[in-house]
Antibody, heavy 117, light 111 residues
Framework: QVQLQQWGAGLLKPSETLSLTCAVY????????WSWIRQPPGEGLEWIGE???????NYNPSLKSRVTISLDTFKDQFSLRLSSVTAADTAVYFC???????????WGQGTLVTVSS | QSVLTQPPSASGSPGQSVTISCTGT?????????VSWYQQHPGKAPKLVIY???KRPSGVPDRFSGSKSGNTASLTVSGLQAEDEADYYC???????????FGGGTKLTVL
């Protein structure tokens, strides 16, 4: 049974860096892509980016200058960093296993990140 | 503003069928067979119900089916049940910019 458990700071001030981590249980990184997706309150889903087992990354062009997704294969974890946050980055952030051709089959529980001064 | 266009709402009575559309362009929906659909209940993570246009993950009832024609993909839910009431999102690969686009979501109400 694949499970994703995520955590990170839920309240940030403008200009700070968002940092979230997702732990993978019941699976290995091999052969899969690992992704981050966010959802502003009351709005739709937005793809942030992905990383594969080799550390190859793809990012949403609108966020690319501020996003870093990384992998820690020893801890079975992957992470998201988003710099220089503003109120527009307020959202529930989800980690997920998958990519565009597999769909996102397994999801973390979601973390609400609020950016407010 | 979402890249893919979905109707904001859809509805049907128990036992009926409902189809939700997802319209993009030749750069995304029309150009690749990488359309997925997700069901999301309030306060929950999305659940994958269709991938690669028409494939169902293990455990998803065959009441859920997907198709595509040109730049528009569709999700059909047959034999509507109360638990099908949820928000549904489509997504598609947009290969020219190596990007995954999502629709704005459709709220499905079971009357």
């Amino acid at each position: 049974q694949v499970q994703l458990q995520q955590w990170g700071a839920g309240l940030l001030k403008p200009s700070e860096t968002l940092s979230l981590t997702c732990a993978v249980y019941g699976d290995t990184f091999s052969g899969h892509y690992w992704s981050w997706i966010r959802q502003p309150p009351g709005e739709g889903l937005e793809w942030i980016g992905e990383i594969n087992q080799s550390g190859f990354t793809n990012y949403n062009p609108s966020l690319k200058s501020r996003v870093t997704i990384s992998l820690d294969t020893f801890k079975d974890q992957f992470s998201l960093r988003l710099s220089s946050v503003t109120a527009a980055d307020t959202a529930v952030y989800f980690c997920a296993r998958g990519t565009h051709y597999t769909g996102y089959e397994y999801w973390g529980q979601g973390t609400l990140v609020t950016v407010s001064s | 503003q979402s890249v893919l266009t979905q109707p904001p709402s859809a509805s049907g009575s128990p036992g009926q069928s409902v189809t939700i559309s997802c319209t993009g362009t030749s750069s995304d929906v029309g150009g690749y067979n990488y359309v997925s659909w997700y069901q999301q209940h309030p306060g929950k993570a999305p659940k994958l119900v269709i991938y690669e246009v028409s494939k169902r993950p293990s455990g998803v009832p065959d009441r859920f089916s997907g198709s595509k024609s040109g730049n528009t993909a569709s999700l059909t839910v047959s034999g509507l049940q109360a638990e099908d009431e949820a928000d549904y999102y489509c997504s598609s690969y947009a290969g020219s910019i190596n990007f995954v686009a999502f629709g704005g979501g459709t709220k499905l109400t079971v009357l």
